[in-house]
């Protein structure tokens, strides 16, 4: 499948938007008519009326749209140079907004998230509603420039501003079943135009190990460049996992659930041959139709050139310990 062997060929964004547009074309295929049936119906009536209506402006965001202020440095940044806002704003996957990245940010400017509530259920001790300016108010705000890449070999890199994933959970109290942890997506398809069709199976759904979302590397992003995270981005409260593929990332949560047995994540129910549960950037095990050895940084090799992938994206050393004797070709 498309790699760089094919000179005549010149940009590499020909490649990657060939990726693209056969993982759009999969789904065409594969008609997505199995999925509602795996679907986990757990905790669909908690979701549906997450999200309020009344309130802001259409396109405000929480915090009043504005600056984040003070954020604290974190050990965890590269000094990679950032992408531009522009980049990070406007090249997006956020399907519920548009299966193109320019849709998202198109497509998102009225969505309301605020007021927002996130529910908490599962094995904790503090199951409930939490309403998500509370959770902030008791969060310290830190900076966290990580590398993001995307299963479809791009890549690019972003000053997120996220607390810690370990510290927001610590406070619902998980018990010792806890083995992992599930994230939801706000369903609702009158402000999610891609919702009202069944290209995958919605709300959009992730989930992680207990140890993955207790790792320090793990963030729930509430902005970018220092100012509110802006729709496309998952307004008002997304995931950031920066060692796995970015459709682990999810975006715009409104229902966390600690569980005992490993939850199914959308991409794995679409495609269970190509996308699996763990989801690690891994150079060494290539997509089915497309190898992973290289990426293309957005905004940069105006002459198609890729740069390599890392294993684990780069943060190996944070979190290898957390595959020790996993056969990563098979649990990809
Ligand atoms: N709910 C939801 N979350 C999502 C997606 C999506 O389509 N829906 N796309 C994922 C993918 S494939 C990627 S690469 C990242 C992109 O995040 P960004 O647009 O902020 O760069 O979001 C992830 N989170
Ligand atoms: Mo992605």
């Known amino acids: 499948m498309p790699n760089n ?60 749209g504005g600056s984040l202020g003070k954020l604290q440095k974190s050990p965890f940044s590269t000094d990679e140079k950032p992408n531009s806002y522009e980049d990070i704003t406007t090249y997006n996957n956020f399907y519920e907004f548009g299966t193109g990245k320019d849709d998202p940010h198109r497509n998102s400017k009225d969505f309301v ?36 890449r995307c299963v479809e070999a791009w890549s690019m890199i972003v000053p997120w501003v996220g607390i810690s994933m370990a510290t927001l959970l610590k406070r619902f109290e998980p018990n010792s079943r806890a083995k992992f942890v599930k994230f939801t997506t706000l369903h609702d398809p009158e402000q999610m135009p891609t919702q009202r069709r069944r290209i995958l199976d919605w709300p959009y759904v992730e989930g992680l190990t207990i140890a993955e979302a207790m790792n320090p590397l793990t963030i729930m992003v509430v902005g970018v460049y220092g100012k509110v995270l802006p729709n496309q981005n998952g307004a008002p409260l997304r995931l950031m996992v920066p060692w796995k593929y970015g459709f682990k990332s999810i975006k715009s949560i409104v229902h966390i659930e600690f569980t005992e047995k490993q939850p199914l994540n959308t991409w794995q129910i679409s495609a269970p041959q190509e996308y699996g549960f763990y989801a690690n950037v891994n150079p060494d095990v290539d997509h089915p139709r497309w190898s992973q050895a290289r990426e293309r940084r957005i905004g940069t090799g105006l002459f198609g050139e890729k740069i390599p992938t890392l294993m684990f994206n780069g943060y190996g050393e944070h979190i290898a310990h957390l595959y020790s004797g996993l056969d990563l070709a098979k649990h990809f």
């Open 5 to 64: 062997s094919t000179p005549k060929i010149l940009p590499s964004e020909i490649t990657d938007e060939q990726d693209y547009l056969n993982r759009r074309e999969f789904l065409r295929l594969a008609g997505v008519a199995t999925a509602g049936a795996l679907l986990s119906t757990a905790c669909q009536a908690d979701v549906s009326n997450a999200a309020a209506t009344a309130g802001k402006p259409a396109g405000e965001s929480n915090f009043s």
């Open 113 to 148: 998230s605020k007021p927002w509530t996130v529910t908490i259920a599962g094995e904790c001790d503090k199951p409930g509603a939490y309403d998500f300016d509370d959770l902030m108010k008791k969060s310290t705000l830190e900076e966290r420039i990580y590398r993001l």
